[in-house]
């Protein structure tokens, strides 16, 4: 579900300029997610704040930090107030954790089945997340799975958060 008024629970995508915008977009295209111009994920939390994954780590900011970038807020259709609470509850769990270029590498050996022994298990146990795989997995501590195909989160990438809630 799309709307413009960010509430808690809700779930930002927005774009990456530069070569690093650029990147993202083949990754997602190669991973069959299409090449939709949505590189970037952010939980929205109460009092206007957000919770999002950064290579210094993952931070809550404001949520004006976004004031003047388009941004695409989405959210699943039967989210009750209970779970958007659970949802942000789980989020001030995960400030503090390192991101992982890795868990592309990761996305792309899944896509293209190789067989990477320990890789899934070395970045599971790392706790490093990219902005995707943290969102999912403050849905799913909250008891929410957003993918029924029983996908870990780090296979998660911002075009598969867009094609699940925004089409």
């Not at 995508?13 to 949505?38: C, E, H, M, P």
């Not at 795989?133 to 909250?142: F, K, N, S, T």
């Amino acid at each position: 579900m799309k709307h413009t008024h960010p509430v808690p629970g809700d779930i930002g995508l927005t774009t990456i300029s530069g070569v690093a915008g650029a990147l993202i977009r083949l990754g997602q295209w190669i991973n069959k997610d299409g090449f939709g111009d949505y590189e970037h994920v952010f939980l929205v939390l109460p009092d206007d704040r957000l919770l999002e994954a950064e290579p210094g780590g993952a931070r809550i900011i404001p949520l004006s930090a976004y004031a003047d970038d388009k941004v695409l807020y989405v959210c699943p259709q039967r989210l009750t107030e209970r779970q958007r609470t659970a949802v942000c509850d789980a989020a001030t769990r995960y400030v503090g954790v390192p991101y992982s270029f890795l868990d592309y590498v990761a996305i792309a050996a899944h896509r293209f089945r190789l067989p990477v022994p320990g890789l899934r298990r070395y970045i599971a146990g790392t706790g490093h997340m990219i902005c995707s795989q943290l969102v999912d997995q403050c849905y799913q501590d909250a008891g929410v799975h957003l993918f029924d195909d029983g996908r870990w989160p780090g296979y998660v990438t911002p075009m598969a958060l867009y094609n699940l809630l925004a089409r």
